[in-house]
């Protein structure tokens, strides 16, 4: 089959984020691409896309209708979290590229079967993660993979400006609940965190997390989260978030054998020391050393316009055959951390890794069946609708 020389990308699910990847989509922004059809089980959106774009564009009621249509070579998932890998199962086995949004599942179960679809299926397959395109987040990968860090003993990550209202939650009815999107803040806001957490330091192979349900709001997944780690190699890390507290941090901490790196709202500091840590324990004469350390300047910055850059990259890997940011079975490593963190609080226990995938399966089901969690109901219809879009707005 000759290379495709441009991509025909359909979009399913175009609530807020599938329409802020239609609104570049449409205007031409990634080059080598086309927005080509949409599909959504809503008519009211449906109707509002034909409104706007006429006859540009083909219209579907639902994701096999659209994967099934021959008028698409790749599609971007923007469901809620338990359709990604069904649907993106579906696509690569019609023979379509897929770009699906975080998380890549609710479960790592469901995420294997997908990664196991993937792998022979010929087709490129990437995940949304767009936070590793900002330049900061790139340079940290780059410090630690060089070496220039040096091994890591500890890890400190802190994302505390997650702050979501009752009015967020209250927007749509999936959200905060078992049933409709498998947990809170690590499932909703922290796939970003939790992918750069382990694309930076890997895997842990210990966690034992403390997970508050419904602290800050009225819903019955974890909206506060504070979770100790313990690696392979025997460093140990602390990953604490909430979508409750105010003002908010956003702050990395690394502590090296050759020094200290923090990243503090894409602000980049390396304290480098001079010899390695582990050396000059070991052959300092002074009972009470002072270890000398040299101020680094590190280039970082921020970028906007994440979420196109990822699907630019998707499409020059398709035509130009070059590397993804963010492969799709990359996907599973922060879902596994973020269902570790889940099932050491509801087994009040430390869970090492990997865990039974059954296991945590099981005891989500059962949380789903026997949730009597109800959403209060509003007095009355809000006069206008909700605006959500600062959730997938910038790093936000």
């Not at 995940?127 to 940290?140: D, E, G, L, S, Y």
């Not at 504070?226 to 990395?252: H, I, M, Q, W």
């Not at 963190?341 to 865990?355: E, Q, Y």
Request: hydrophobic content about 40%; aromatic content about 8%; overall charge neutral.
């Amino acid at each position: 089959m000759a290379a495709l020389t441009s991509v025909r990308i359909g979009v399913i699910g175009v609530g807020n984020m599938g329409s802020a990847h239609i609104e570049y989509l449409a205007k031409g922004a990634v080059p080598n691409a086309t927005l080509a059809a949409v599909a959504d089980i809503d008519p009211a959106r449906i109707d509002r896309l034909r409104a706007t774009h006429g006859d540009k564009l083909a219209y579907f009621d639902s994701a096999p209708a659209l994967i099934a249509s021959k008028k698409v070579d790749a599609v971007i998932i923007a469901t809620p979290h338990y359709d990604h890998p069904p649907i993106a199962i579906s696509a690569l086995q019609a023979g379509l590229h897929v770009m699906s949004e975080k998380p890549a599942g609710v479960y790592t179960k469901q995420v294997k079967e997908l990664n196991a679809v993937a792998a022979t299926a010929g087709k490129i397959f990437g995940v949304m993660f767009n936070q590793r395109t900002i330049p900061a987040h790139q340079k940290v990968k780059d410090l630690l993979a060089s070496g220039e860090v040096g091994e890591i003993r500890r890890v400190s990550y802190t994302i505390t400006n997650w702050l979501r209202s009752q009015a967020y939650y209250d927007s749509g009815g999936w959200r905060g609940t078992w049933a409709g999107e498998g947990g809170g803040v690590l499932m909703n806001q922290c796939p970003h965190n939790l992918d750069l957490f382990t694309w930076w330091c890997g895997v842990p192979s210990e966690v034992r997390a403390f997970c508050n349900f419904g602290r800050f709001h009225k819903i019955e997944v974890e909206d506060d989260v504070t979770a100790y780690l313990k690696f392979p190699n025997g460093a140990t890390g602390t990953f604490v978030t909430t979508t409750g507290e105010a003002p908010g941090v956003n702050r990395l901490e690394i502590a090296g054998d050759r020094g200290l790196l923090t990243l503090d709202n894409e602000r980049i500091t390396f304290k480098r020391a001079r010899k390695p840590i582990q050396q000059f324990i070991d052959t300092t004469p002074d009972p009470f050393p002072s270890a000398e350390t040299w101020d680094c300047s590190i280039a970082g910055g921020s970028t906007g316009d994440q979420h196109r850059r990822v699907t630019e990259i998707f499409v020059a890997a398709i035509v130009k055959g070059t590397p993804l940011i963010a492969p799709g079975e990359e996907g599973i490593h922060g879902l596994t951390l973020a269902n570790a963190m889940l099932l050491s609080t509801w087994l009040d226990k430390t869970v090492h890794l990997p865990f039974d995938d059954d296991l945590y399966w099981s005891e989500l089901q059962k949380r789903i069946k026997t949730s009597t969690f109800k959403k209060p109901q509003p007095s009355s219809a809000p006069t206008t609708p909700v605006d959500i879009s600062a959730t997938f707005a910038g790093a936000r």
